[in-house]
């Protein structure tokens, strides 16, 4: 095999492995990032049922 065949394998091979390793680095941030705004809108959708049902008792012991 010639020099010119294997420098371009290798070339190849790099970026392969580069191109695996940014898909699998940003496919973690990404992961991390989509629970993240999960939890968020969970929480946000839990807190305002209770918010105004505290609001409404408090109107009602005002009563």
Do not use: C, H, Y
């Amino acid at each position: 095999m010639s020099k010119r065949f294997l420098d371009r394998q290798m070339a190849l091979g790099l970026v392969i492995t580069l191109g695996v390793g940014f898909a699998t680095v940003a496919t973690f941030f990404v992961n991390r990032w989509e629970t993240s705004n999960r939890q968020l809108r969970f929480q946000q959708q839990t807190e305002n049922p209770g918010t105004a049902l505290q609001r409404s008792l408090n109107r009602s012991t005002e009563l």
